[in-house]
């Protein structure tokens, strides 16, 4: 008999099955789901190495959505984890000097967000049915770049869903942008708007918290949820994977019987790390927890200082998906940094939310001993991608060097000589603009990342022999199928008219 888990908000009493979670997405308060209790630590860890992928995923979701049945989770899994990946391995491992770097990137967006969202719809439909609902789900979700396609790509033509996108006007990458314009799909609306990612992300969340638009929609025989990484069904299939790693990592002698591995992880809205975090509770053999910033590091700052402040300028990156002032999922941290008391919870987001700042106690910072951070320049990112490729010719993409030098930083200046795991979450080829000139001055070479994206990738071809991923080359010459803009107050007019549409 599997322990049964049901999930409670972080700023409330609610309770409901991990279905009801899923399919919710937020809850009605306003919170984050989580576990009530989490899932006995993984006994025997050397069993799990005789597993593939699939066969971790299905143990790991198994601990974590335990009113689903084994098939429904094996179906799940294998609908998800197939030929969509470009590799059987689906998350390979890459020895690159004394760090091991996690390739999350090999799904059909080519970045992390595919390691969840390729199994989301699945979770999402199979809940939906578990809880008997009959209408259609209509997902929302704002983007900083890499969930928007991948929710896209996951959710469309799925029978019983529909799908809107938001993205920042100018706040993605080429690739990014072009990948969302040109979807296909009778289900899906993708519409730019005129602000930054956490505006579009607090666009969202009023949405969700709208009862009036909630009722109409029901009217309709439509229900909102989510695919952002505030939905549970997206945090668990991201635990698997550091499972995994870790499971692979004994396997191959690398990773002795109690010997701890660190993960430096580059971050954003904290779902990733905190993935990690949950791998460490469930037995992972994870000692520290590296959260790795760009040059909006007010994840770096939280950690040092006790002081979340979002009041502070904006910088778009070389980095985008981690151009984030509100880091949503942290919030289910400081949910057990509180105890997890809901009052203590509430007050510090009603703090974010009106003065954009809180402070957390000396014994919440004490709980967080196991984290580290640290945050890396655009000159710093960019020479990381040179370095990298001149000493080892392996190719980071901009998120990843983030983490890589920040990862280099945090072991000379610690002396922890543990090793290391570097989460890699996109493919390079997704930010040839940035990617390129880098290589080039590894090079020697004069740097110049002529030309739209599909010139630069076939120039990064060319100088490194890495291969372009299809899901670059099948963009070009795909025709642009929504053009929509729309201010940020526009965006409930947005959803309306495309829940009409039917
Ligand atoms: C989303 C994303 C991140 C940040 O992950 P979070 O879970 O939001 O912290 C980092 N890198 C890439 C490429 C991403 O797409």
């Not at 919170?31 to 860890?45: K, N, R, S, W």
């Not at 009023?206 to 949820?225: E, I, P």
């Not at 040179?386 to 920040?406: C, F, I, K, M, N």
């Not at 071809?461 to 201010?487: N, Q, S, Y």
Request: hydrophobic fraction near 45%.
């Amino acid at each position: 008999m599997r322990e049964q888990i049901l999930y409670r908000s972080t700023r409330g009493t609610d309770r409901v099955t991990s279905a009801q979670a899923i399919v919710s997405g937020i809850a009605p308060d306003g919170g984050l789901y989580v576990p009530e209790t989490m899932p006995q630590p993984i006994a025997d860890f050397a069993a799990l190495a005789k597993k593939d992928y699939r066969g971790i995923a299905r143990e790991v979701m198994g601990l974590f959505l335990t009113d689903f049945t084994e098939e429904e989770i094996a179906a799940c899994v294998d609908a998800a984890y197939d030929e969509k990946f470009d590799t059987p391995e689906i998350a390979p491992l890459a020895k690159v000097g004394e760090n091991f770097f996690l390739e999350l990137y090999h799904g059909q967006t080519i970045a992390f967000k595919d390691m969840a969202l390729s199994i989301l719809p699945h979770l999402m439909t199979a809940a939906a049915k578990k809880c008997g609902l009959t209408e259609d789900i209509l997902i929302l979700t704002a983007t900083s770049g890499d969930t928007g396609k991948a929710a896209l790509a996951g959710f469309a033509d799925v029978p019983g869903t529909r799908i809107a996108v938001f993205f920042p006007q100018g706040g993605v990458s080429p690739v990014q942008e072009a990948q969302m314009v040109t979807q296909t799909g009778g289900n899906v609306c993708v519409t730019a708007v005129r602000g930054n990612f956490d505006d579009a992300q607090t666009g969202v969340k009023k949405l969700f918290a709208d009862r009036a638009l909630g009722a109409d929609l029901a009217a309709q025989g439509v229900r909102l949820s989510s695919a952002n990484s505030i939905n549970i069904g997206r945090l668990v299939p991201q635990v698997v994977y550091y499972v995994y790693a870790c499971a692979r990592l004994m396997a191959e002698g690398e990773l002795a019987p109690g010997e701890l591995l660190n993960v430096c992880v580059p971050t954003g809205n904290f779902g990733n790390i905190l993935a990690a975090y949950y791998a460490r509770q469930i037995g992972a053999p994870i000692g520290k927890l590296v959260c790795a910033s760009n040059r909006n590091r007010v994840l770096f700052d939280f950690f040092r200082n006790g002081t979340y402040d979002r009041n502070r300028e904006f910088y778009l990156t070389s980095s985008p998906s981690m151009d984030i002032l509100i880091s949503s999922n942290l919030e289910r941290l400081i949910f057990s940094l509180v105890g997890e008391d809901p009052e203590a919870d509430r007050a510090l987001m009603a703090e974010l939310s009106a003065r954009g700042a809180y402070d957390i106690s000396p014994d919440m910072a004490a709980r967080l001993e196991m984290f580290r951070s640290g945050f890396a320049t655009e000159e710093e990112t960019s020479a990381e991608i040179s370095r990298v490729w001149g000493e080892y010719q392996y190719l980071l993409d901009p998120h990843t060097a983030v983490a890589s030098a920040v990862a280099e930083k945090y072991r000379r200046e610690s002396g922890d000589a543990a090793k290391m795991l570097i989460v890699s979450t996109a493919s390079p080829y997704k930010f040839t603009g940035t990617v390129l000139p880098a290589v080039q001055k590894a090079e020697g070479k004069e740097a110049e990342a002529a030309g739209d994206g599909f010139a630069q990738a076939r120039a990064l071809k060319a100088l490194t022999g890495w291969e372009i991923p299809a899901a670059v080359t099948d963009l070009e010459g795909a025709p642009v199928l929504h053009r929509g803009v729309c201010d940020i107050d526009r965006m409930e007019e947005t959803v309306r008219a495309f829940a009409e549409r039917g």
